[in-house]
């Protein structure tokens, strides 16, 4: 096993070289620029593509006004669902696209506008919070992706207090014995 470890090790240490070697020669690309250049691998010094990045890289820009930027659900009941809708307005010259919204964690689920946002016109940005198994102040976010001028990347925020479930006192339901007398 110890073998078979050296001599990938060692193969790996040969292309680098060999690599170093021809980009010295003749004034060949340097290996940051390859590194730079090479966006379809998927190794660690070279992460894959995120291809909806590219995508509103690559768009005309277009300026946005968002509705609202940050959200309070106030206080949430443990194990509730709650939903808000966050709007953005196209107030630019060219067609507004929202390429991915990434929330920051699972117990978010989110849906946006798919198709061109066309300038005057309104999209949205969708999001459902479960709140089951969190309790205390939850601050999340959501990273959308579109072609933004002055950045492809906004992110968004809410804020809810999730109280927990009520635990019966001990010796039965005081409600119960209640409604007994």
Known sequence: MKKVILSVFSLVFLAAMISCEK?????????????????????AANPPVDKEQQKADSLPKTTVKWAEENYDFKKIKEGEKVSHKFLVENTGQNDLFLTKVKPSCGCTATSFTQEAIKPGTKGFVDI?????GKTGTQQKSITVTGNFEGGTQ????????????????????????????
């Open 23 to 43: 980009n010295d020669n003749a004034g060949g690309t340097k290996a940051t620029e390859i590194a730079e250049v090479d966006t379809n691998s998927k190794t």
């Open 128 to 132: 459902e919070f479960n709140s089951a």
């Open 154 to 181: 906004k992110v968004l925020k809410f804020t809810g207090e999730v109280i927990g479930k009520e635990k019966p006192a001990e010796g039965g339901d005081k409600k119960a014995d209640e409604h007994k007398h």
